[in-house]
């Protein structure tokens, strides 16, 4: 068992000190005791004061780290000793946009050991819109949002790297469009991109419907320990009633972080933040072919903790 060397003073239920009353009103509070014969009661009262801190904040240290509280005239291993017995605190937050190499930050002296790390994988693009003629219509659902992940990284706190999907792109004519990319943190979390919208292609025969995105929603995988597994949301469809009047793209997934691409009446709208899915194409009325909307780049938070 950890021992404490600080020892409080004068803390006996009989001991000679001032009251508290009396201790406040004395003016040696503000200038300290001056030349002349002392007052036991009164010097017994400020030494225990100070005394009785240090005593519980060096059993406190070796409660928590399990290290003796040692009196032997250093401060290095107390003030050390001090710093680790307050685990848990936020130290600071990393955020990564691009692909890069994760280290674990060092604050004040104190080196992150613990971590949550929150991620989303990139959103695939809307599908395209093949070139129509005067009684058809082509149009593109929206691209799947990324899937969101959470790790806890309870100790042992590592670098790792840190892989930022990058968004699916549009493509145009009436094909699908591109998923998006995987976000990971090591092989701790992997957040999968979200697949890209289906096209209708040039069709004529309403009601004309653009399914969203091909393939299962993106989802989270991982080795580490996984406390959130979101699956992407899918894209929403298009929809012509008619190839002459009622028609509209699909609109892209929203993520947790962002919003898809709107619904359009031609080419598809890119995503409006990380992880979220570009809309679809639309082409009408003999219009020419049209990409659908990117979807936006993956993205990674690590909050770092003591």
């Known amino acids: 068992m950890a021992t404490n060397d600080f020892l409080p003073f004068a803390v006996g239920g009989s001991a000679n000190v001032l009251s508290q009353s009396a201790y406040a009103a004395l003016s040696a509070i503000t200038n300290g005791y001056s030349s002349g014969v002392a007052q036991s009661a009164a010097l017994n009262k400020t ?3 100070s005394s009785i801190m240090a005593a519980v904040l060096a059993q406190f240290i070796s409660d928590q780290t399990g290290a003796n509280s040692a009196d032997d005239g ?10 680790k017995s307050m685990p848990g ?5 990393q955020v ?3 692909s890069s190499a994760y280290t674990p930050g060092t604050y004040n002296g104190i080196t992150a050991t613990k971590a949550r790390v929150r991620a989303i994988g990139a959103g695939g693009a809307g599908g395209g819109a093949a070139a129509s003629g005067a009684s058809t219509v082509s149009i593109g659902a929206g691209g799947c949002a990324g899937a969101y992940g959470e790790l806890l990284v309870t100790s042992g706190l590592s670098s790792q790297t840190v892989t930022i ?6 493509v145009s004519g009436g094909s699908t469009g591109n998923a998006g990319g995987s976000t990971s943190f090591g092989a701790l979390m992997v957040c999968g991109g979200g697949p890209g919208g289906v096209s209708s292609g040039a069709a004529a025969a309403a009601p004309i419907i653009a399914t969203p995105g091909t393939g299962s929603p993106a989802a989270v995988t991982g080795s580490g320990t996984l406390i959130v597994v979101g699956r992407g949301a899918l894209g929403g469809m298009g929809l012509a009633i008619n190839a002459s009047a009622a028609f509209i793209s699909g609109q892209g997934a929203n993520s947790q972080w962002g919003q898809g691409g709107q619904q359009s009446i031609s080419a598809g709208l890119g995503a409006n933040g990380p ?3 570009g809309s679809g194409a639309l082409s009408a009325l003999s219009g020419a072919a049209a990409a659908g909307g990117p979807g936006g780049n993956g993205y990674l938070i690590v909050e770092e903790y003591a």
């Open 74 to 83: 250093t401060t290095a291993t107390l003030l050390a000793n001090l710093k």
């Open 96 to 98: 990564f946009t691009a």
């Open 47 to 49: 030494w225990r004061q």
């Open 165 to 170: 999907g990058a968004g699916g792109t549009g």
């Open 275 to 277: 992880g979220a899915g």
């Open 89 to 93: 605190r936020l130290l600071g937050i």
